[in-house]
């Protein structure tokens, strides 16, 4: 890492892609207005203008390749497989190390969030991975199966009662299902297997 770069964008090296973007658009923004001056500060300026895209463009170029491991594989694919092999505390750590938060980041940060039983983290996750990519379908599926499940823990208070009438004599071997609460299940069911094959994609 080439400490002067960051130091020429007036930034730290632990900022995020897109805040060291915004920081060089604002830099970049003033240096245009300022080189316009009169003498001395107009020329330097100018100069800043220079490193500060060659400071810019080094600094992505080298936060990508460090997006590869040594496998050649992309970073998203080593979390997505810790996730499905269970090994979300792995893939969290992962996720904690990326500088380059996309769409695809938040989805993945979505799928363990899921996997913790946060559900309200995993769907703030997914609106953001939609709000960076809404073309991408898989966003949008997840999101709307994450969404019906939970609508329906709203609508029930959380109550999972598979047998809402016991005193009826068909409650052995769990019989006598509403429909809601087959819905319920097939819900569930719908949302953990999108996550898990979702990750085979990569």
Request: hydrophobic residues 30%.
């Amino acid at each position: 890492m080439n400490q002067e770069n960051y130091e020429i964008l007036q930034i730290s090296p632990s900022a995020t892609d897109e805040e060291i973007k915004a920081q060089y658009e604002r830099l970049k923004a003033r240096y245009n207005e300022e080189k316009w001056q009169d003498g001395e500060a107009g020329n330097n300026a100018a100069k800043m203008l220079g490193k500060l895209d060659a400071a810019y463009n080094e600094i992505m170029e080298e936060r990508k390749e460090k997006s590869e491991n040594t496998s050649g594989a992309s970073a998203f694919d080593e979390v997505a497989s810790c996730i499905r092999s269970g090994d979300i505390t792995r893939a969290q750590q992962l996720l904690d190390g990326f500088n380059e938060r996309n769409a695809e980041w938040h989805y993945l940060q979505s799928v363990v969030f899921f996997k913790k039983n946060w559900m309200n983290e995993s769907k703030k996750q997914l609106e953001i991975a939609m709000q960076m990519d809404g073309s991408n379908p898989k966003y949008r599926e997840a999101y709307e199966k994450l969404s019906g499940r939970a609508n329906y823990t709203e609508q029930t208070g959380g109550a999972q009662n598979i047998n809402p009438n016991p005193a009826s004599g068909d409650d052995q071997m769990g019989g006598n299902w509403c429909a809601n609460c087959a819905s319920m299940c097939y819900t569930f069911l719908c949302v953990n297997c999108l996550f898990n094959l979702c990750c085979n994609c990569h």
